[in-house]
DNA sequence: TGACGCACTTAACAGTGTTAAGTATACAAA
DNA sequence: TTTGTATACTTAACACTGTTAAGTGCGTCA
């Protein structure tokens, strides 16, 4: 049943976002009152986390992927393709995208940490390649920290995924060129290759 | 009293958020029932955009100071300076932040263009500092179209402010450390200076 | 048979954005 | 001065929202 429910507001989220997403449309979506829900789930709050949870593994398949599809290759091919798989799932998964990382229901102070655990491992990823960077280049601007460059890579690319999907961006500026340049820039921050675009 | 609403509004939007402010309490506040506000706006949306126009006023203001306080030095200088200034009137006015760049009413499919000249004259701001990097560095990574090396920028920026504030970052990571690592890293990214922590 | 617990329901509360319809006041034209 | 009209504001309501208190069956176990 809970699964049922997770099922029916996953569709809803993707149909139509987290916004349009009502306990009562999402009752009648499943053919149970309203009130059923809160048997399974303590509050929308407490949906909207199992969401949260259900995007971060599938992003977390998406990057392991990514890394599997280039293993043995040098540590700056690795980051990239680390980065690029980031943002094609951001950009591709708007609705989920949103629910994981800016949406910000009223009443959590702050996230609860343990149920972040795979939010976490998705970082450490980056964080794993980036002290491979580390070792591997001996550029100026190596990763140092990598859990803070984890941390600064992740935001960066979380700023062109989010204002992309917010229709911020002014017209007349490409987004397949704005994207493309922003992760290259990104990677070669960290991992600067000898040709660059 | 249009003025007198939108006043009102500030007021509670930064006190509490935009979330929690609804049509009935800021007409409570003003002493006046709520239908007035909607002879004043047409929707809770276009006072929205009445926020996020004020929004961007300030943003604008700050970002002027800031370069004012450097003219005559070197680009990079006055680089920093903008992203510095962006980051931290981001952090210090989330709510308002929180409207102007993230909060995304369903009903806006797209914002009205006409009325974030704005919005493009803070872009601007950074397009033209970056005019002048091109032409006064020769890294190899200067900037070479200003508008989406722009955007490019901003995004980062963005990216840092809104995890920031969403309180998406890991607990062990500094939150300082990496504000001030990140903004060091997307100026060094333009234009790179020749110590570099 | 009786008691208990589980799954689910209806009805309601307090709140939201929004609008239709009505009132009272101010100011211009007759 | 009286009338007409526009303006500023009101009340009452609609259709929603998340959430909860109380109640109804049903099956299982003593």
Redesign the pocket.
């Known amino acids: ?1 809970r699964s049922r429910i997770l099922d029916s507001a996953t569709r809803m989220l993707v149909d139509s976002g987290y916004a ?8 009648q979506a499943i ?17 909207f986390h199992a969401l949260v949870e259900e995007g971060m593994s599938r992003l977390s398949d998406v990057l392991r992927e990514a890394l599997a599809a280039c293993t043995g290759t040098e540590s700056g091919v690795r980051l990239r393709s680390l980065c690029h798989a980031y943002v094609t799932f951001g950009l591709q998964n708007p609705e989920y995208y949103e629910v994981m990382f800016v949406a910000a229901p009223p ?1 959590l102070e702050r996230f609860p940490i343990d149920k972040y655990r795979r939010a976490r491992g998705n970082l450490d990823l980056f964080a794993t390649v980036l002290a491979d960077v580390a070792v591997e280049t001996k550029h100026r601007a190596r990763p140092l920290d990598t859990r803070r460059d984890a941390t600064t890579i992740w935001a960066m690319l979380h700023g062109i995924v989010s204002l992309v999907n917010a229709r911020r961006v002014d017209r007349r500026v490409d987004i397949d060129g704005l994207v493309g340049d922003s992760v290259a820039r990104v990677v070669d921050m960290y991992a600067p290759s000898d040709v660059m675009p």
Chains 1, 2 share one sequence.
Do not use: N, P, Q, V
């Not at 349009?20 to 009752?27: D, E, H, I, P």
């Not at 053919?31 to 949906?47: E, N, P, Q, R, V």
């Open positions: 049943m349009s997403l009502s306990m009562r449309k999402l009752a053919g149970y009152s309203a009130t059923t829900i809160y048997h399974h789930f303590d509050s929308k709050d407490d949906l009443s």
